[in-house]
Structure formats: C-alpha cells, structure tokens
C-alpha cells in the first residue's frame, strides 16, 4: 500500500500547469477541488495520456490545512468531528499544519486496508477493542486517487463512493462500530480498453473525462519537449511554471471560499432538471452534480451566481456516462444534442423577467429569443465525440449499440428477414457443406435487401461474408442461462463458478493462520483454546488464548473464468437467419460474462483455418465490436478450431494460473477440414474436444444445428469433450424461435 503526501520539501512533481492540452480534465479536477461535493472524477483514456501525471500535479495546488495533534484522522482544530474515534477533541486543540496528502488505492487493495479494521492483536493479547484506520482516513481533506478503477473489486468501489458521496465511512464489522470524517478528492482512472466500470458504479461518479492523445503534431511536439525538459532539470523545469502553479492555487482557495455563497436560481434549477429529463438519466444524482458543478464552475470563475453557461459545462461533464443503459453502450455526449436540450429548455422557460416560468404553454415552440448565444461547444477530446468510422468503411454497423435505434426498420438491416435462408456464399468445395440452408422454412415474396454484405477482398478468394447482427442485438439483452465451472477454484475476483475467495460465506474451519479478525473463525478457536485453560492457569472468567488457537475460517464465493467462445462460421453455418440467432446468442453470453466480471475471447474458424478474432480481454464490449464483423462462408475447420482454443488457453494459463477456462463452443458438428493430411475431419474433430477435457477444461457445446434434416453432429462432440450439451433455443430464457417468430410477424404486419 502507499500513502504518498505532497510535502513542499519532497521531490519535484511536474507542475499542473504544464500539462499540454486536456482543457476538460484539468477543469474537471478543478471544479471537485473547488467543492467536493461534486462527487470525483472518472478519467477514461488511452495509455500515455498523461493522466496520472494531472492527478498527482493537482495534489501540490491544494493548500495545506492544520490538524489536530496526534488525530489519526485529521481533525480541523477549528471544527473537530464530534464522532472522531480519537476524540472528542476540545475546541481551539493544539494543531499543526498539514500539507493535502494523496492516496494511492492499489488495485490489490483489501477491505480492511480501505476502511481499516480491528486490530486483532491487541484484541487478544490485550483484551481491549482497538481500531486501525484505513485508506478513507488517511485520504480526509486530500486526494483519494485510484489508477486502473475498472480493475478495482466491485466492492470495494461502492465503499468508496459511498463515503465520497456522504463524507464519512461507517465500519461495522468485526465488533467495531466506528464513524469517522472522510471528505476528499475522489479521482479514478481507466483504460476502457482494460474493461468497463458497470454502470451502476459509473453514474456514483459525479463527473466523467475522456482523454485522447492529440493527433496535431505541434501539440505532441510540445508533450514531449516539455517532459524531457522536467527529466533534464526537474527543479529548473518547476521553477520556470512557479508563477503559473502560484496563481492558480491561489484562484483555487479564492473559489474554495466562494462557492458557498454562489446562488442557484429557480430558473437555473429548472434548466437543469430539464435537460436532465431530456436526456433520461436515471435518479437525481445527475441533477444534484451538475448543481453543485455549476456552482463550483461559477465560483472559480468569479461569479455571484450560476448562468447557463455554468450549466452547459457542467452538463458536458456530468451526463455523458450516465446516458449508458446497457454494458454494451458507449458513454458519450453530443455536444450539438446538449445544445439542442438546452435551447429547448430556454424556451420552457420563457424570457428572463418571466415571473412564473409555468405560464409558457408551448415547450416545443420556436428557438430562443437570442439566437447569438454562444454555442460553448467544447474542444477537448472528452465532449461526447463520435468515434472514427473512417476505419470501418464497408463493415456492418456494429450490434446493440444504441438500444433506441431504429430497430431494424431500413432494408438490410433486419437479420430474420422471411426469405432470407438461401444460399450463403460458401465456397464451391465445400462438398455439399452449406447443404441444410435449404432446408429451412422461408417465407415466399419477401424481397428485402439481403442481410449479408460482402466483406473487402481477403486472402480467402472473396468467399467471406460479413454478418450484420441486425435484430439479434436484441437477443443479448434477454436473460442467459448460467454455465460454470465445476469444482472449486483459486478465487479470481467474479461472480461465475464458485470459488475460494477472501469474502463470502464461511463453509469451514482451516488450520491455524489467521492474521485479521475477518479471516478468524471464533467456535473454533474457542474449541481449540479450551482443553488447554488448566494447564495455562486460569483461575477467572475470559480465556486464555494462544497464537496457536486462532484458526482461520475458509470461505466459499465466487469467481470470473475465462469465457472463450470458439464459434463456427463456415458455410454451413452461414445461413443469414441462423448466424443471426448465433450471433444473438454470443451476445447474451458476452453480455453475461460482463455482468460476472469474466474474461473473454473469440475463436473463429472458416475456410481452412481458425482465426484468434479477440484476445482474452476483460473489455466485453470490445468483443462485441469484433463479433459484428464476423466473416463467414467457406469450409468447416472444425478440429483447426478446436486446437487453436486449446493453444489460447494454455498461453493464458501461464500468464493468470488462477483463473479458470470456460469454453463454449456454438457449431453445428459438421467437418470437412481434417487437422492433418488425410486425416477424417470428423474424427479428427472429436479427439481435438478429447485434448480439451484432458486438459481439465470445461466445454459447453451449442448444438446450432437447424432444419427439418439434422445430423446430430453436436452431441458426440459434446461427449468427447466431456461437456454439456445445450441447443440454441434453450439457450435464453426468451427464445431464439421465439425471436424470430416475433420478427417475423412485425414485419409481416
């Protein structure tokens, strides 16, 4: 654990003022430093975007302030907590001056170190209840800054929102009842590429960040002279910005002073609560931040009261990952969409002398009176901006985006459309591979746009296909059946397959080696104390306890596995309304190992050989992003598949040996690619499942076979690799029949 101040002696940190670009993120800090009460900032980038560099060049602004002597939880002398575990301190206490410290949280961090816990030892050895603070205390009236937040246990994270947002943390636990003052600086940073925050745990930050890295060369050119300026000489390189660093602490503590008395008008309240409703955020807590960041906005910008243009700034930064409904939407704001919310809101509220805003009958009516008023459209790389298409030219939308799309109503776009089970592109060698297309019932006289496009020119000889998911995107937000992995695991941080684990339920006593009063599981160690209190002289009530007794309760919860999805996309599985349902189905399960913090991969395999498409990452949304362009058509390499998962997993058990592998395998059991020259595809197929089982892993075969024809290819597949055996409907609890069916009819009607 580190605990790291910013004390004026130690060593130079670059300033906050040399930072190059990033507008938004500076100001976003700004205005949490300003007033706390804001709720942190969750900053989202790249690698190398400067971010934690922003963070701890904040800390040396913020100005230091005096504690109570000997206070373990830096008590103002001026204002003691009345409820401090050290106090209760008289008024006017000696104090001294402490610089704002910042506190690292590490990713490995345990709940005792966060909130602090009982200390076990003086508990036994000197019978008296004894509190250690955690990482909350040490972080009052500073900076609680934790890198790679997205990685942090979830657990731990609504700890610590939840005394970000009330200022004190209450511990109960292990017979301690403590509360304490615990107001500070919350910053959190991630690489959406490393996986999501669920959004629960977004919408607890008040305001949320995207940084990118500047593509303008003259601005890389700055980054990178001005870092190896503070490498070459850090303290010449600080000097030089002292002036700068001067200043802004010092409008810092002016709009610190300030910010009380900022006034919010009714009028100002309304256009917040508008936009709010406009934009459909769930709660209050969007209309509560960008109150109070506005207010801080105002404050640091010298203001008596907030405008609308405090709001629109902190409507840029409080909305964004709050308009996120499913794990597989991206957090994003238009910035022309907020100036839209809020010239309509102008108009619900009238003119400016308006004595009751309430007598506008027409909300939707025409624009505002001032048709100049600035546009504040933001600059910086956080402002809602639309990913680059330009990469994807030709490939299909991506599936589940935005779940008020248009669900599918422009031709093309529909992935069950009736009439659509005809031939699909599989390359003429396939000996007949694709042949079950035909078999599948069609309606006659549709004659929408095929579903599938053709994919650019590849090394196959343009047999690819490109799947687009169309209106199985729907399909990933219905409830999946659970799979995991039997047995009992190492405990990596999940909610799939159960587990040893630090938290959960006590199942057992273990031997001795309990070091914290959360691992000590008390009728035991009583049991294992008590023959011996004779012969250690009791005379009086209590029991004499040894080291040796503690015994250490084993608890039982649950982990994340590694989910790979090993999918056949070859000819006969290339029908457009069956690798809809396929793709649908993938969905749910990707949408399921988000939820129970899994990691994912996708093999695919078509043609002649099988295609690492997603590295294990715990990014599901990623994932999803690859399973869109999805390329079938082609012959049935099913063993090659086969044995490329297996070399996957074994490259991925070397690097995390604790977490383990659940392979679900959708295919319909065909074959038409031996592993080896004149080899029998089929046989060769089910010994490649052999070697999976051998290995002790877990497979979940989903038979996608379809048709009135079926061949029952799956089960002795699923049977060789010792796994279970699911078809595609009973893959949801809302069918993919019942999918289509209800598809089908929309249209029909």
Known sequence: MSTSTAPAAGPPRFPFSAVVGHDDLRLALLLNAVHPGVGGVLVRGEKGTAK?????????????????????????????????????HPAGAAGGPRPARLVELPVGATEDRLVGSLDLEKALSEGRRAYQPGLLADAHRGVLYVDEVNLLHDHLVDLLLDAAAMGRAHVERDGVSVS???????????????????????????????????????????????????????AGFVARFAPDETATAARLRAAQAHVSAVAVSDRELRRIAFVCARFDVDGMRADLVITRAAAAHAAWEGRDAVTADDVRV?????????????????????????????????????????PDPDDDPDPGGPGPDDPAEPQD???????????????????????????????????????????SDSTDGGDGGDGGDGGDDATDPAT???????????APAGGDGGDGRAVVVGDAARLHRATVRKFTVPGLGAGAPGRRSRARTDAGRVVR???????????????????????HQAGRGRRGP??????????????????????????????????????????????GLLRDAYQRRDKVGLVTFRAREAELALPPTSSVPTAQQRLSRLRTGGRTPLAGGLLKARAVLDAERRRDPRRRPLVVLLTDGRATVAAR??????????????????????TVVVDCEAGHVRLGLAAPLAAAAGGELVTLDELTADSVGDLVRETRSARAA
């Open 542 to 587: 209590g029991l004499l306890v040894h080291r040796d007794d503690l015994r250490r309760a084993e608890r039982e919860g649950r982990e994340g596995n590694l989910v790979l999805f090993v999918v056949d996309a070859s000819g006969s599985m290339a029908a457009r309304r069956r690798m809809t349902a396929v793709s649908g189905a993938v969905l």
């Open 314 to 354: 902190a409507a840029r930064l409080a909305l964004p990952h709050r308009r996120r409904r499913d794990p597989f939407d991206e957090p994003g704001l238009d910035p022309a969409e907020l100036d839209r919310a809020l010239a309509d809101a102008e108009d619900h509220l009238g003119p400016e002398d308006d």
């Open 180 to 234: 304490h003052a615990a107001r500070f600086l919350l910053v959190g940073t991630m690489n959406p590429e490393e996986g999501e925050l669920r959004p629960q745990l977004l919408d607890r930050f008040g305001l949320t960040v995207e940084v990118r890295a500047s593509r303008d060369v003259d601005t890389r050119v700055e980054v990178t002279r001005r870092r190896m300026a503070f490498e070459d000489d850090p």
């Open 509 to 531: 006593p273990s031997g001795a080696g309990a070091t914290r009063a959360a691992d000590l599981h008390l009728p035991a160690t009583v049991l294992a104390a008590a023959p």
């Open 444 to 454: 006659p006289g549709d004659d929408r746009a095929p579903e599938t496009a053709e």
């Open 52 to 88: 934690s560099t922003a963070v701890r060049a904040l800390a040396a602004l913020l100005p230091s302030h005096a504690v109570v002597e000997a206070c373990r939880f830096g008590c103002d002398p001026a204002a003691p907590d009345p409820s401090c575990p050290d106090g209760p």
């Open 677 to 698: 020259d004149g080899g029998d595809p089929v046989a060769d197929s089910r010994r490649a499942a052999g070697l999976l089982a051998a290995d002790g892993v877990h």
């Open 377 to 419: 459209g933001p600059d910086g790389p956080d402002a809602g901006e639309e990913p680059d298409d330009a990469d994807r030219t030709g490939d299909p939308p991506p599936a589940g985006g935005d779940p008020r799309g248009d669900g599918g109503t422009g031709a093309g776009e529909g992935a069950e459309a009736p009439g």
